[in-house]
């Protein structure tokens, strides 16, 4: 692969990526691998939901590598994987007539933390593009796969561009086409509506609850995940998505988990699909919630209908405070600029 040359006259401007959130339409637990992790089939799709992330080279003998977070907290800056993602990049681009100089990141955080949606590995996968595009280099891309692997399980999904299907510890990813529109006409994106209690669900304590048998019916959510996976492969219509979301909202292994480690999670999901009358599914580990829709005005419709109902306690979240709750679309290919 032949890389480009570095372009010394470019401008110091600072490099803007998206960090979409990510939602799991089917998560099947498959196995235990050796290195402790479990291996997992799942069919991913981004959301329009994104991380804002912007990062500048700095010059200066005593420049550094730097963080500025705004809106969710994600915790403190150094254990936040942009900047490993910066440095991971760096030591993958240095070589002669390579300057990676210091860069200052801001990153506007929309996206709820630890919330099953992996707001930090889109984070990553997005700075270590940043970084690149800043320095005016690349990689080859085997080596963004093994480092994006490196940051974290869900990392290598989101260089995919689009809906995949996840497995092993997330380090194979394949593309699905996903959505697609009538006679090749670009697809609507259908809408989602996201509730996230404000409650932790440690991913680790989920899948520990998991192991300690807080299990559904072992090979159900396998068998859908394979199925819907061949089917999303080839694409499938708004409509035909959404008569497949009885099914999709079941097909993951950690909901009892998820509702063991979260009191109240059951409750919150009984009420949610009174009130909407849609099927309501899991992201992730959670604890975030979702239910799809034809489109993000009837998302957007359902989300302030959530909102009333938790407004007059008509239903209940766990957590300390209301939950966050947002109407946003499954992103394209088609779609994505």
Do not use: C
Not at 44 to 58: E, F, G, I, N, T
Not at 76 to 81: K, T
Not at 308 to 317: F, G, K
């Amino acid at each position: 692969m032949s890389l480009p040359t570095p372009d010394p006259t470019r401008r110091l401007a600072p490099v803007v990526r998206l960090a979409p959130a990510k939602l799991n339409l089917t998560l099947a637990i498959v196995g235990r691998r050796d290195d402790g992790y479990h291996s997992l089939h799942s069919v991913m799709v981004p959301l329009d939901l994104a991380d804002r992330l912007s990062v500048a080279p700095m010059t200066g003998p005593d420049a550094a590598d730097s963080l500025h977070v705004s809106g969710f907290d994600p915790g403190p800056p150094s254990d936040n994987l942009v900047l490993k993602a910066i440095a991971a990049a760096r030591d993958a681009a240095t070589r002669p007539g390579i300057a990676t100089q210091a860069l200052a990141a801001r990153l506007e955080k929309r996206i709820p933390v630890a919330a099953g949606l992996a707001g930090g590995s889109s984070d990553a996968a997005a700075a270590l593009d940043a970084a690149l595009e800043a320095w005016t280099t690349d990689i080859e891309p085997e080596r963004r796969y093994r480092i994006a692997a490196a940051l974290g399980s869900d990392v290598p999904f989101f260089l995919a561009g689009g809906a995949a299907l996840v497995e092993g510890r997330g380090e194979r990813v394949t593309p699905l086409h996903g959505v697609r529109g009538h006679h090749d006409e670009p697809p609507e994106p259908p809408g989602v509506l996201l509730v996230t209690p404000r409650v932790a669900a440690p991913t680790a304590d989920v899948f520990a609850a998991w192991s300690n048998g807080a299990m559904a019916e072992p090979g159900v959510a396998r068998r859908t995940s394979e199925h819907f996976a061949s089917e999303f492969g080839s694409g499938l219509t708004v409509r035909a998505l959404l008569e497949r979301a009885a099914v999709l909202a079941s097909a993951n292994d950690l909901l009892p988990a998820a509702a063991a480690v979260v009191p109240g999670l059951v409750a919150l999901r009984r009420g949610l699909a009174r009130l909407l009358h849609r099927p309501i599914g899991l992201s992730g580990s959670g604890p975030t919630l979702w239910a799809l829709y034809d489109s993000r005005n009837e998302a957007q419709a359902a989300a302030a209908e959530v909102e009333a109902a938790l407004a007059v306690q008509d239903i209940a979240a766990p957590g300390d405070g209301p939950p966050f709750v947002a109407a946003t679309t499954i992103r394209t290919k088609e779609r994505q600029g």
